[in-house]
Nanobody, 117 residues
């Protein structure tokens, strides 16, 4: 079965940086796109950034210019480089993977990002 694992979360001061990693394994299909969602307590989960296997990226307006999503040449690993972090970025960040031929996304377990002085 497919496994999606995130890492890299932690506690950082405002203005600091973190890099999240997402590794997908266990599927015979190729990955069409990978993305990062986040959810703060009491708030709805939102899409933060996505990247396709062709390198097309999208960002939510609140992180544009501060966050960068990328995918390894291997096609099974994604990163979210976060700079200029703000307290409002505090959330659990989830990696999601879209495989060719799949009718649903595969989600990771989430990694906590806390931005606080």
């Amino acid at each position: 079965q497919v496994q999606v694992v995130e890492s890299g979360g932690g506690l950082v001061q405002p203005g600091g940086s973190l890099r999240l990693s997402c590794s997908a394994s266990g599927s015979t299909s190729s990955i069409n796109a990978m993305g990062w969602y986040r959810q703060a307590p009491g708030k709805q989960r939102e899409s933060v950034a996505t990247v396709t296997d062709g390198g097309k990226t999208d960002y939510v307006d609140s992180v544009r210019g501060r966050f960068t999503i990328s995918m390894d040449n291997s096609g099974d690993t994604a990163y979210l480089q976060m700079t200029g972090l703000k307290p409002e970025d505090t959330a659990v960040y989830y990696c999601v993977v879209d495989y060719y031929g799949s009718d649903r996304w595969i989600w990771g377990q989430g990694t906590q990002v806390t931005v606080s002085a």
